[in-house]
T-cell receptor, first 113, second 116 residues
Framework: SQTIHQWPATLVQPVGSPLSLECTVE??????LYWYRQAAGRGLQLLFY??????ISSEVPQNLSASRPQDRQFILSSKKLLLSDSGFYLC????????????FGSGTRLTVV | GDSVTQMEGPVTLSEEAFLTINCTYT??????LFWYVQYPGEGLQLLLK?????DKGSNKGFEATYRKETTSFHLEKGSVQVSDSAVYFC???????????????FGKGTKLSVKP
């Protein structure tokens, strides 16, 4: 069966510090991968998605970046965090074909102080 | 472009009340429709889905019927419980030319609070 792992679960970082959030998927190959952000009390904002190794599409210009160094690994990064980067970050995967929707990770609560 | 509109929350109900959360969509073609649920502090979980017109998705006492004529996919439950308190997201996706899946398009979410 397929599983998705996301870590860390919570993170408190000072303004200006770097960020690295990791997401891995097991039990499938060539998944579509996604990073979403959810600000407190608000909806989902798609940040990045990837349909293959090294292929990243950005939905929102900002100081975040994403990379996909391996087929089932998706990393969200920042060189210098801003207060406005605080939020709940969710990774998700999707089969590249079929009609299955997304499977989400358990999320990372990031607080920038 | 394609879009999903959900009723604004929050929705507050007493235990055992009837629940309806409205969802309408705008899309070309024949999208698949989904409801996701997010419990406090957790990621989203797929609650139910429907892939073609008149399909009814159901799970954990929740139901939603894909109505093409009204472009709707309203979520219903006959008797809610305190444990149903969560945020509910309606979503759609399309199959791209060539058979690959498109990105899901989400509504803004509806927060449900059920009081004992």
């Amino acid at each position: 069966s397929q599983t998705i792992h996301q870590w860390p679960a919570t993170l408190v970082q000072p303004v200006g510090s770097p960020l690295s959030l990791e997401c891995t998927v097991e039990g499938t190959s060539n998944p579509n991968l996604y990073w979403y952000r959810q600000a407190a009390g608000r909806g989902l904002q798609l940040l990045f998605y990837s349909v293959g190794i090294g292929q990243i599409s950005s939905e929102v210009p900002q100081n975040l970046s994403a990379s996909r160094p391996q087929d089932r690994q998706f990393i969200l990064s920042s060189k210098k965090l801003l207060l406005s980067d605080s939020g709940f970050y969710l990774c998700a995967w999707q089969r590249d074909r079929g009609n299955y929707g997304y499977t989400f990770g358990s999320g990372t609560r990031l607080t920038v102080v | 472009g394609d879009s999903v509109t959900q009723m604004e929350g929050p929705v507050t109900l007493s235990e055992e009340a009837f629940l309806t959360i409205n969802c309408t969509y705008t899309a070309t073609g024949y999208p698949s429709l989904f409801w996701y649920v997010q419990y406090p502090g957790e990621g989203l979980q797929l609650l139910l889905k429907a892939t073609k017109a008149d399909d009814k998705g159901s799970n954990k006492g929740f139901e939603a019927t894909y109505r093409k004529e009204t472009t709707s996919f309203h979520l219903e439950k006959g008797s809610v419980q305190v444990s149903d308190s969560a945020v509910y997201f309606c979503a759609l996706n399309q199959i791209n030319y060539g058979g690959s899946q498109g990105n899901l398009i989400f509504g803004k979410g509806t927060k449900l609070s059920v009081k004992p």
